[in-house]
């Protein structure tokens, strides 16, 4: 069963502006978009993590080292499927095209990967409560 237009939108709108943070290097307000126990899984790193401070620590150190490095990202994020699940959640998968390139210079496709978040809603706004991320390339 897929979401109707309007929760699709919603959720098509949330994805819009939270990339947008971490394209504009905002990690707290990113970061502020998950649970407090939220679960992050990523390929490369070498271990999962575990809760929104861990997230947000973590986010914070990548934006420091893009803005020090002087790369500007941007993240393109397409193919998004809805799901709402009997518990009220709602699973979404999409894909993110993610362009990276140093400041006044062409950009290059840094990596194409699939993202399958859980979402829940907190009072009147979405919050992911466990994000996957697959690289093609990775993925078997």
């Given at each position: ?58 986010i ?66 979405w ?6 991320i ?7």
């Open positions: 069963m897929f979401a109707d237009p309007a929760l699709y939108t919603e959720i098509a709108q949330f994805y819009a502006w939270h990339m947008a943070l971490m394209d504009n290097g905002e990690p707290d307000a990113w970061a502020d978009a998950y649970t407090e126990d939220a679960v992050f899984e990523e390929p490369g790193r070498s271990s999962v993590l575990r809760g929104r401070e861990a997230i947000r620590a973590a914070t150190k990548r934006v420091a080292e893009l803005a020090a490095a002087g790369t500007v990202m941007r993240h393109w994020t397409g193919n998004l499927s809805v799901t709402p699940q009997p518990d009220g959640s709602l699973r979404a998968q999409y894909y993110s095209l993610v362009m990276r390139a140093p400041r006044g210079e062409r950009p290059d496709m840094f990596a194409h990967v699939v993202c399958r978040d859980v979402l829940v809603r907190r009072g009147d706004r919050l992911i409560r466990h994000r996957h697959g690289v093609d390339a990775l993925e078997k």
